[in-house]
């Protein structure tokens, strides 16, 4: 397929790569330009401006949060001023549900198609083109984007016709995520202070009710106090909160583990800055409980 | 081994049986005299009073909560006063951590040994000796013990030399739990109120990220509203939270997750009565939300 | 003073009368023009469009929330374009923060001035003129608009010279409202559930340590489940709390009762509609606690 | 009267006192001597032992907690054993509400009656004789000490012919507190962080909407970080709001706020120790908001 690719972070990066690597014509574009040519050597053309990477049949988006999606899709050099009709948005990016419904609203009066496919997974899932895709959209369009899914994903989910929802599964998932490191965080802090050794309680834990990885990853992670470098910021796990929580209170649906977890998240950053990656806030409890320094 | 067995209920009976069927001699009480009657044919023999249990090298109590621990051991009839010099007592009930303190200085001061052994695992999985047991106390003590542990679990975890530290790590797996159970349920009322079919979105969420049994479980009884009969009661798990809080104090550990789980448990007490399941805690989210009656 | 009113719902309304009776020269504007034409009688002239209230020396604005403003200021009719060069826009609505924020730039670029004054009062304290006037903005631009204070209010609080912080207090008044609300609500469910009667405990409790109207006012309302019809609505009262954690996000305040309070909103709100006071919020306690249907 | 009194703190000592001075034959015990023997020439009589205290027409008891009151009426040289058959226990101490209903029994079955009477002050208002007297126990029971009552307090209020009622106004009066001074310090951390001065904006509030003492106090002390010395101990906040919680449970009833604020008092006991005031509560905000050192 002819594609455009947007966004050239290390998701971006890997997932633009997998695409080339699948035998895709694919223009890139990226604010700061010098991640843009670095794909040149494999086979991308460079778009100078948001607009020359629109000239395709669907240009996929990966960028940081609603700011960037609005710069980028709404200004006149924007994905919505020339992406042709017919054509589709791929938006993977972490944006807000409303952000969703709003450029789904957009591109449908611009007779263009929106199909929003938010990927679990890090980087190193991306450049083995291992990611979960959580596609939503009309299903003749996701049938037609279909090849950008194979080349960057090993499965993807049809969620639903609506794009938003696709947001909304995203978004529910790192909350899960979170909470999981906000009540390990706290039995830990229990355990630690009771005189047992973390490591050991983690080992009987995991090896019995919870074996599931997010238990064992980030079980580890606080039992060793490894916050650093942040893999997936902290900042960005407020935000993710943020968004389920704006979601939530625009259908009105109470979530009282989400905002408590926002609480801790302000608290995390507000105490130890930005540097921390989320797993840090597992690390609240102990200090809470008075056991140590950071 | 010579045994006494105190507390046939679903799990105090499967793990009698699994006893008298791995060979040893067993002596079993139960409050109400049938329970202990119906294992006769097993081979057991059938006390009339607690201390008609204990003239044995181990007792092992599995009853209901730190009252029925009290009168069953500190009575004129009781454990302590029965047990002779030397023989071992294995505390196998979900009792607070404080009474497993108060149970092994009891037993120290009358020169026998407490082995606190709690288990992880439904009756199905006592009947099958598929239990994880959790044990702590003295080494050489655990020891003299394995051959119970070996009838009834498929695992032991030596957890610790001090006893009171098994109930600390049996009662934070219920916590884990508890916590799974609320954030899935806030999670599919979410998802649920915004019209995605929460089938489809649990399908996802445990294809991908969340594949723990806890979550396959937990997750389909909330999708289906299926919260009766009551396999482990909302009550008991309430006990057991608050269990976890009355630890966490003694030690100067706050822990909001658990304090949320308490009055989420509360509330569906309450308001629901206690025949419900602890799953029904995972409803109370769509309850809140205006989703529904029940 | 040559003033222009924009929003005369009731709180406007008294406010625009005070003024009229003040002897300035008013002119009115409501998106409904028949509550605007109300107040011909009472000497103000009625401007047809935004725009035609804005050849003033000051203009006021009392509208719903960050839309109506947004509308009403930013639109190609709107004061922003209107307002004469040194002229003051007098904000009394209860926008955000940001919104606040946003205003006095603009005002700012467009050579006019922002005053925030939010004030303090129900209805009749408007018709009264016993308003507590917050205001904030340069001290020479407060000294400017001090007769419009003097119309409508029994005291104004300089609260500093940066406007936005004029609604940092207002929204922060309103939480701690929201969380009397609350406690009370909670301390009577107790009290209630124990077989106390609720007004006695209430007579001890404001006779005692509580004597302030907050207490005496919601607790009543509480004590008779008298929440309809609405004074201030709950949806207002949700509105307002979301506000002060946007605010206090922005800031990195983690705010645990405020996250607390808005929950609880959306659960009255989802579950009991539109239509109630916000001292609805009360007797959630109550029914949480299994007391009653309502 | 012929009055017995145990336990001399700081409000029983003035409490004594008064009754002294109000002319009452008064017998005083306390555990360190010293105390009692301070108030010999104040003309009271010096027990040995509880039981030289309970020759009386009624005993009253100001001490710590349960443990302190479960030694004192308990033991073989206690007040049940000791007390005369239709004599008074007059409680005062602030104990559990099922510690009361526990004493209400013992000394039903002993042919004593019991009076919970405990009181809203600090020892300035004891030694003026300006407590409030929460009184509860069968009305001519409570007549039979009006004069105690009147010695020591300005108002008597009589809750309820069940005694333990009168501890659960008197712990939900805590609870009430403790909440304002949480979200005081909230208030105050978002406010202070926004550059806006805690004092200026303290005394807005106070001039305003909250002009009850509480706010003034309690508002005060956290914009001063004024929190040692302790005139009411932290912990003995934590204990109050721990009383509150274990009613709560007995009765079903959810507080969320009242759950919180245990955290809350946890997490400063185990941060910053034993040492300060419950005031200090307020200050937690401004720390989790990353305002300061202490």
């Known amino acids: 397929m002819k594609l455009g690719f ?3 972070g290390h998701m971006g990066r890997a997932m633009a790569t997998r695409l080339l690597e699948a035998g895709h014509e694919v223009t890139v574009y990226n604010r700061s330009r010098s991640k843009a040519e670095a794909l040149r ?14 000239e395709v049949d669907a240009v996929i988006t990966m960028v940081a949060d ?4 609005e710069s980028i899709v709404f200004g006149a050099d924007g994905v919505l001023a020339h992406l042709p009709r017919g054509s589709i948005h791929v938006s993977s990016s972490s944006i807000s549900v409303a952000m969703a419904r709003r450029l789904d609203q957009a591109h449908e009066r611009s007779s263009q198609g929106l199909v929003a496919a938010p990927v679990l997974g890090r980087p190193e899932a991306a450049e083995a083109g291992k990611l979960f895709v959580l596609a939503a959209g009309p299903h003749g369009r996701l ?7 194979a080349a960057i ?3 993807t989910f049809e969620v639903s016709d609506r794009p938003e929802l696709a947001l909304l599964v995203k978004l529910s ?3 899960l995520t979170a909470s999981v490191i906000e009540a390990v965080g706290e039995a830990m802090a229990l355990v630690e202070k009771s005189g047992l050794d973390p490591h050991r309680y983690l080992e009987i834990v995991t090896s019995t009710l919870f074996g599931a990885p997010a238990y064992k990853t980030y079980g580890e992670l606080i039992a060793e106090r490894h916050f650093e470098p942040a893999e997936f910021a902290a900042s960005l796990g407020e935000k993710d909160i943020r968004l ?7 259908l009105r649906v109470p979530m009282p583990v989400a905002s408590l977890l926002r609480d801790r998240f302000l608290s995390l950053l507000a105490r130890f800055g930005d540097q921390l990656d989320w797993s840090a806030l597992g690390g609240l ?3 809470d409980a008075g056991l140590e320094r950071r």
């Open 6 to 8: 947007i966004g050239l």
């Open 143 to 149: 049938v037609r984007v279909e090849p950008v899914f």
């Open 173 to 175: 998932c790192n909350f």
């Open 66 to 69: 609603d700011a960037a999606i």
């Open 285 to 287: 409890a102990a200090r």
């Open 41 to 54: 050597t494999r086979g991308a053309r460079v778009a100078d401006r948001v607009a020359d990477a629109c």
């Open 244 to 250: 389920v929580l704006e979601a939530a209170e625009s």
């Open 153 to 155: 994903g090993q499965r």
